[in-house]
Nanobody, 123 residues
Framework: VQLQASGGGLVQAGGSLRLSCAAS????????MGWFRRAPGKEREFVGGISRSGSSTYYADSVKGRFTVSRDNAKNTVYLQMDSLKPEDTAVYYCAASVLVYGSREMNEYQHWGQGTQVTVSS
């Protein structure tokens, strides 16, 4: 199983980025997907998640209304659209796959993890 995250980079505050996570060697539609992040000096935290079908999404309060998780099961890819970025969004972002139908906010519910992509938001 491989989850390949991409799309990170440097952006000014107020800008946007879209992260992608391409999955291989798993039945993608059989997994809910989550995005997590780890900021410098902090522990990894939940950002947003999406159910297997894509019908249900949920977010951390810190990103609600600014970030959007979506997926394309035909392309085995999950996305994280990040708008109105703030310097405090600076972190390494990880995608993860869970066998749960709706996913979870808990890291230990995810069986597979991507390698992470760096997002840096300048003020």
């Amino acid at each position: 199983v491989q989850l390949q995250a991409s799309g990170g980079g440097l952006v000014q505050a107020g800008g946007s980025l879209r992260l992608s996570c391409a999955a291989s060697a798993l039945t993608f539609s059989g997994y809910s997907m989550g995005w997590f992040r780890r900021a410098p000096g902090k522990e990894r935290e939940f950002v947003g998640g999406i159910s297997r079908s894509g019908s249900s999404t949920y977010y951390a309060d810190s990103v609600k209304g600014r970030f959007t998780v979506s997926r394309d099961n035909a392309k085995n890819t999950v996305y994280l659209q990040m708008d109105s970025l703030k310097p405090e969004d600076t972190a390494v972002y990880y995608c993860a796959a869970s066998v749960l139908v709706y996913g979870s906010r808990e890291m230990n519910e995810y069986q597979h993890w991507g390698q992470g992509t760096q997002v840096t938001v300048s003020s």
